[in-house]
């Protein structure tokens, strides 16, 4: 290798929330060779793979689907299968993606309701009631909330919200995203009373992104009868039809498909989602003892919010986060995600999420602490040795770990 080349030995820490680390099994899954999309072993795949997608969303009564398409696409899917132009959709406004995602829902002709917020809290259940009791006319046909918000480090109280809806005695149909909470963090289709859920296949489902997903309640296929937005490559009823023997109406992203049955079975059948959802949690709190042992701020203002699956640090006065950003992976080779719209530079993300593990943290804050000492932010050089403490403490206390 001739002197000044630009290789970099070892794996790069990719810590932005998504897409996150894929497994190398479930890479080598990918790269299996392709098989026809029309034949038996096919329809095999198609139909574990639709089954045990439920069991993530903890459903036994929806239908799920999957696109080959980003998480935009799945957004699209839930919005145009089950309401008309000009319906009235309240959403709220919990950072950058939920703002995609009321922009995406005017583009379509919608009558977009945005309840304003600041950002560092989720969706309050309260702000919704009182909203849908004012509908006296029921003018409101859906509720669309974003489980766990990506710019930020916010989760908003799902089953919260479901019980606000209730309150108010309000038929509007109930949709939330959960792209990158789905497998991370716990989530009950039923259970809550969900009718759309939005997935994407880049997060905790531990693949690359590309595949997109709607678990769609009853309520919702019967609401999808009568809806009057165009949709042709989105339309359920197709894909529902051919799901049932495991296939597609058309070409589907088979090998992809490969590397979901292999990361569902590492999810579902090996670590188990209960112990998943315990990990992410762990390494969520020992990322929030070390933002606090530096002396910064994390964004998140509510404990009952926190993510289990990114943290967002904010940036003292004074100091550019992206700078930071640059620092930190030019000297250490480490992603860290970005603030957005609004946010840019002023704070920055750490995912944790995804097939990862205590050494595989432990390395990420070093880089930050280390990174953030080389930018000249004030900081105190105590976060890497909070974060440890903690873990250890977990890894003598077995229920603890699991808690």
């Given at each position: 290798?001739?002197?000044?080349?630009?290789?970099?030995?070892?794996?790069?820490?990719?810590?932005?929330?998504?897409?996150?680390?894929?497994?190398?099994?479930?890479?080598?899954?990918?790269?299996?060779?392709?098989?026809?999309?029309?034949?038996?072993?096919?329809?095999?795949?198609?139909?574990?793979?639709?089954?045990?997608?439920?069991?993530?969303?903890?459903?036994?009564?929806?239908?799920?689907?999957?696109?080959?398409?980003?998480?935009?696409?799945?957004?699209?899917?839930a919005?145009?299968?089950?309401?008309?132009?000009?319906?009235?959709?309240?959403?709220?406004?919990?950072?950058?993606?939920?703002?995609?995602?009321?922009?995406?829902?005017?583009k379509?002709?919608?009558?977009?309701?945005?309840?304003?917020?600041?950002?560092?809290?989720?969706?309050?259940?309260?702000?919704?009631?009182?909203?849908?009791?004012?509908?006296?006319?029921?003018?409101?046909?859906?509720?669309?909330?974003?489980?766990?918000?990506?710019?930020t480090?916010?989760?908003?109280?799902?089953?919260?919200?479901?019980?606000?809806?209730?309150a108010?005695?309000?038929?509007?149909?109930?949709?939330?995203?959960?792209?990158?909470?789905?497998?991370?963090?716990?989530?009950?289709?039923?259970?809550?009373?969900?009718?759309?859920?939005?997935?994407?296949?880049?997060?905790?489902?531990?693949?690359?992104?590309?595949?997109?997903?709607?678990c769609?309640?009853?309520?919702?296929?019967?609401?999808a009868?009568?809806?009057?937005?165009?949709?042709?490559?989105?339309?359920?009823?197709?894909?529902?039809?051919?799901?049932?023997?495991?296939?597609?109406?058309?070409?589907?992203?088979?090998?992809?498909?490969?590397?979901?049955?292999?990361?569902l079975?590492?999810?579902?059948?090996?670590?188990?989602?209960?112990?998943?959802?315990?990990?992410?949690?762990?390494?969520?709190?020992?990322?929030?003892?070390?933002?606090?042992?530096?002396g910064?701020?994390?964004?998140?203002?509510?404990?009952?919010e926190?993510?289990?699956?990114?943290?967002?640090?904010?940036?003292?006065?004074?100091?550019?986060?992206?700078?930071?950003?640059?620092?930190?992976?030019?000297?250490?080779?480490l992603?860290l995600g970005?603030g957005?719209?609004?946010?840019?530079?002023?704070?920055?993300?750490?995912?944790?999420?995804?097939?990862?593990?205590?050494?595989?943290?432990?390395?990420?804050?070093?880089?930050?602490?280390?990174?953030?000492a080389?930018?000249?932010?004030?900081?105190?050089?105590?976060?890497?040795?909070?974060?440890?403490?903690?873990?250890?403490?977990?890894?003598?206390?077995?229920?603890?770990?699991?808690?």
């Amino acid at each position: 290798m001739p002197s000044g080349s630009s290789r970099r030995a070892g794996r790069h820490f990719l810590q932005i929330p998504g897409p996150t680390n894929v497994p190398d099994r479930v890479l080598r899954a990918i790269d299996l060779p392709t098989i026809d999309h029309r034949g038996p072993e096919f329809g095999a795949l198609g139909k574990k793979t639709l089954a045990d997608m439920k069991r993530v969303f903890k459903t036994t009564r929806a239908e799920v689907v999957i696109y080959p398409a980003s998480g935009t696409g799945a957004w699209e899917a839930a919005l145009v299968n089950t309401l008309s132009p000009a319906d009235r959709v309240l959403m709220y406004e919990t950072g950058h993606f939920a703002t995609l995602w009321q922009k995406m829902a005017g583009k379509l002709g919608l009558d977009v309701e945005f309840i304003a917020a600041d950002w560092r809290h989720g969706a309050d259940p309260e702000a919704i009631e009182q909203r849908l009791r004012a509908d006296a006319d029921k003018r409101i046909k859906a509720v669309c909330v974003v489980h766990n918000e990506t710019s930020t480090g916010v989760t908003s109280r799902i089953a919260d919200v479901r019980r606000a809806i209730d309150a108010a005695s309000h038929p509007a149909l109930y949709m939330v995203d959960t792209i990158s909470s789905l497998a991370s963090i716990d989530y009950r289709h039923d259970e809550w009373g969900v009718d759309v859920t939005v997935a994407g296949s880049q997060k905790g489902l531990m693949l690359p992104p590309g595949l997109s997903f709607n678990c769609i309640s009853p309520k919702a296929l019967a609401a999808a009868k009568s809806a009057r937005l165009p949709r042709s490559y989105w339309a359920w009823d197709e894909m529902i039809a051919n799901g049932r023997s495991g296939y597609f109406p058309y070409t589907p992203a088979t090998n992809m498909l490969y590397g979901l049955a292999e990361a569902l079975k590492m999810l579902l059948d090996e670590e188990g989602l209960d112990a998943v959802f315990a990990r992410h949690q762990r390494h969520a709190e020992a990322t929030r003892r070390a933002v606090r042992a530096w002396g910064l701020e994390v964004f998140a203002l509510d404990a009952r919010e926190y993510s289990a699956s990114l943290t967002g640090v904010l940036m003292p006065a004074g100091h550019d986060a992206d700078r930071v950003r640059k620092v930190i992976l030019d000297a250490f080779d480490l992603s860290l995600g970005t603030g957005l719209t609004k946010l840019g530079g002023k704070m920055f993300r750490i995912g944790h999420l995804g097939d990862f593990n205590d050494l595989m943290l432990m390395g990420t804050l070093a880089g930050v602490e280390m990174g953030l000492a080389l930018a000249g932010v004030p900081m105190k050089k105590e976060g890497v040795q909070a974060a440890m403490q903690y873990l250890a403490e977990c890894a003598r206390t077995p229920a603890r770990r699991a808690a």
